[in-house]
C-alpha cells in the first residue's frame, strides 16, 4: 500500500491479494476496517503477513461488525499468531467465511479454533488446508464442530 493511496471509505468488497503489504501495512489496513463499517468482503491471500500483521486484522475485527469475508491464506502467520486470530475472532459476529489456507498453523491454533467454533460466531465456511495440523489437530477440530458439519469434514480431503 503506497503512502499516496487513499481508499474509498463506501467500497463492500476489497482484494488486496498477492501484493507486498506485510506486517506494516496490515497495520494499516486494521485502521481502515475499524472506521470502516460498509466492507463486507476483503482479500489479504499472499502478503506476506506474519505475527504482526495478523494481530492488527485480529484487534480490528473486533470493532468490526461488517466484514463476512476474510481472507488470509498463502500467508507467514504462524501457530502463535493463529492462535491469538481465533481467540479475538470470538469477539466478532459478523464473519461469515474464513479462508486460513496455507499457513503456519499447528496444534494451539486448532486449539483456539475449537473453542472459537464452540461459541456463538456467525462462520459458515474455514478453510484450513495446507497448514501444519496433526492427525491429532484435525481430530480435535472435527471433534467440535456441529454434527452436521461434523460428517460434511468427515468426508472431505482434510480427513
Known sequence: MSPGLTLNTSLVELNLSYNKIGDEGARKLSKFLIKNQL??????????????????????????????????????????????????????????ILDMDANLLSTMSARKLCLY??????????????????EADTMVICDSLPEKSRNVFKGSKYM
Request: no cysteine; net charge positive; glycine share 8%.
Open 39 to 96: 466492507l463486507t468482503h476483503l482479500n489479504l491471500g499472499n502478503n506476506a503477513i506474519g505475527f504482526d500483521g495478523s494481530r492488527y486484522i485480529a484487534q480490528a475485527l473486533k470493532l468490526n461488525n461488517t466484514l463476512e469475508f476474510l481472507s488470509l491464506k498463502l500467508n507467514a502467520i504462524d501457530d502463535k499468531a493463529g492462535a491469538k486470530l481465533f481467540k479475538d475472532l470470538t469477539f466478532n459476529n459478523s464473519l461469515k
Open 117 to 134: 467454533l464452540q461459541g456463538a460466531n456467525s462462520l459458515r465456511e474455514i478453510y484450513i488446508g495446507s497448514n501444519n495440523f496433526s
